[in-house]
């Protein structure tokens, strides 16, 4: 039930019409008594139009509901494109009965053409026929393009919930500004503020999401919404109030879950890989390591083919733009050395059979300091070429 | 014969059976009065001993000798990779009569493993005794590790010869700094200085080498070197000398002719991207969206699958991290537009043809100023990804 199981949430999803696949690829998030809300969009000099409409609309703090298309990205469309994630917002907003500028509207699929306002304008008196608080898993699989499943996770912290749900599969390298194709939307009954939420994502999802790597392409629509209707009741949760922390930790805990699912599930992944750095000399300069060594085609390849090649983690960290005293520098996988005071040694039996493994642990320590990172990624392997060389033909 | 066209120049490569393959392995070229010398090398953070070694030798602005062998890159080899390099410097000094400080050394192959010095040692003598002014093809190959074949170019500028060759297939995206596994020997009997030479590499070897990206890892033993005998006679070339560019010019063509053949010839690749870049804020600016294009995965799988998708051109120019204006922002591919003020436009069958070319031609309109640059890439298929999970196992 995902973004559903916190309180004062219903959802649907249905099929439009947008996906040549026939799948569901329309979803609507509504809270029937509003939300207080916050975001993170995508840093591309090419935001699709819905990320432009809903970086404005969320600058409120609330929102009534949700609306999300699948098939078409509305990117590369101009002024027109702008016009109708308007339209989509206003049309949202007539079927449910509230303004066009408390809808969010997040749109994900081809880069280029434009979203069917028809199909969707028809359809979406239907899907708010069908919003129910046990509608999460519906929404989820609305959202999806070239995933494999639902991605869904949820948390409780004490009386409140913490829902949510992800997709994306490929063109992943999200690099989020607080206000990314990622759609990430996590709600909670909570009754934090919105200058409460809007903490929660920058501490803790924005750091999250932006320790995903799948290809080092990061989408014009990257988006993450994060909700909360207050629905459990309680005195209200400002940003510097005391339970701010545990339900962030909810909240940050239900993101990791996601991204390290959206790692693992990526466009052709056979092989998970968590790269945890240590000793650099910042937080974002670990999360730097870890994106270089997760990003690297050529490390990707090697776990592809369960290859212990420690010189091409070598190589990924020394081009990571990190200053660096290779006597200092080593890497583990597991709890085995692959490289010791930055010399690469030959890799052992055990080495070789942790390669096999579905999750490859590679630990790195930098030397530098006391800023850590953990960053997911996956291997590069055939499906992956196929998947993209036949993505749209 | 390349490298040795020039006249000065002698060269030779042997098997020292440092390879697996049995393949020539160890490489000479020698100027036998000495050659002005200038160079530059990888940024990467842990750069191979053999550079470490050959930038400091470069500080003299002279050498008699280069000394390559594949492999094994002496790369992540810590304090006795140093200490190897240095005795491939004072072996081949012996075996040729000069001093070790005049010998360059290049390495390139597995990061890692030690070089065997003993082989290398026995080798050469014969390589010595194997030294020929037409050698420079058996020097070529004897440098090569996944290449398909020795890459070689020639010029001539007035008196003056040119000549060059270039190893490198994975692991490239050379963001060389002036004093790469790209490896690239540019030769001329031109009687050029060595501060001459410097500034050639400068503005004319280190863009042209930078404007090519095979897969976005930046190699730990990336070297460019240029050598001068001045053997075609005359006056000194120094660098405010009306003769220093053309004979500058020479050694560009020399470079974007090797750089072309490197994204052409790269591991697994079919198709080579061309992108030329115009109205960037400035050259540097232009190479990055070119380089961002060019290096994309999603771009790359693309023009495997010969899928005119610029729906991902728009994505990776907007990742380059440059100031964008969409509505000035124009894609063509010959001369078809695929996208137009920031609209992805539909693709027409022209487009579909001229993507099943060997060779794509993008010209990226950014609309900012007059800054320009041509990379050159290549697509990403099925045997990319075969070469690099198997290279070592």
């Known amino acids: 039930v995902s973004v559903t199981y916190p309180r004062g949430f219903r959802a649907a999803g249905v099929t439009a019409g947008l996906k040549a696949s026939g799948r569901p690829d329309l979803g609507l998030l509504v809270a029937d008594d509003g939300a207080a809300a916050a975001g993170a969009f995508t840093t591309n000099a090419f935001p699709a139009a819905p990320v432009i409409l809903s970086r404005s609309h969320l600058a409120s703090g609330r929102t009534a509901a949700v609306v999300v298309n699948s098939g078409q990205a509305n990117a590369g469309t101009g002024p ?4 109708d994630a308007k339209t989509m917002a206003r049309l949202t907003g007539s079927a449910l009965g509230c303004d066009a500028t408390e809808v969010l509207v997040c749109s994900t699929g081809v880069i280029g053409p434009r979203v069917p306002l028809d199909r969707i304008g028809s359809e979406l008196p239907t899907a708010a026929g069908l919003l129910d608080p046990t509608g999460g898993t519906a929404f989820a699989e609305s959202i999806l393009t070239t995933d494999r499943a639902p991605k ?12 949510g749900c992800a997709k994306g599969a490929g063109m992943i390298a999200p690099r989020l500004a607080p206000l990314g194709t990622l759609l990430a939307f996590i709600t909670t009954d909570a009754p934090a503020t919105a200058p409460a939420l809007q903490r929660i994502v920058a501490e803790r999802i924005v750091p999250a999401w932006n320790g995903l ?65 240590e000793g650099a000399g910042t937080a974002d300069e670990a999360r730097g390591v870890g994106l270089a060594v997760a990003g690297s085609p050529l490390v990707k390849t090697a776990l592809f083919g369960a290859d212990p090649n420690a010189g091409r983690i070598l190589q990924a960290v020394g081009d990571a733009g990190v200053e660096l005293d290779p006597a200092a520098f080593d890497v583990r996988l597991d709890n085995v050395p692959l490289i010791s005071s930055g010399r690469v040694l030959e890799p052992n039996d055990t080495v070789a059979a942790a390669m096999k493994e579905p999750e490859v642990v590679l630990t790195v320590s930098v030397g530098n300091g006391s800023g850590s990172a953990t960053v997911f990624g996956c291997d590069l392997g055939y499906e992956y070429v196929r998947i993209n060389a036949e993505y749209r033909t």
Do not use: F, K, M, W
């Open 152 to 163: 869904e996770a949820t948390a409780d912290t004490g009386p409140y919930r913490v829902g």
């Open 80 to 83: 027109e494109g702008l016009d």
């Open 213 to 277: 790597v799948v290809d080092g392409c990061q989408s014009t629509n990257d988006t993450v919404l994060l909700l909360a209707t207050g629905a459990a009741g309680g005195t209200a949760i400002g940003p510097e109030d005391p339970g701010v922390e545990d339900l962030a930790e909810a909240i940050g805990d239900v993101s990791v879950s996601l991204a390290r699912r959206t790692a693992a599930e990526a466009e052709g992944a056979s092989t998970t890989l968590v790269v945890q750095v």
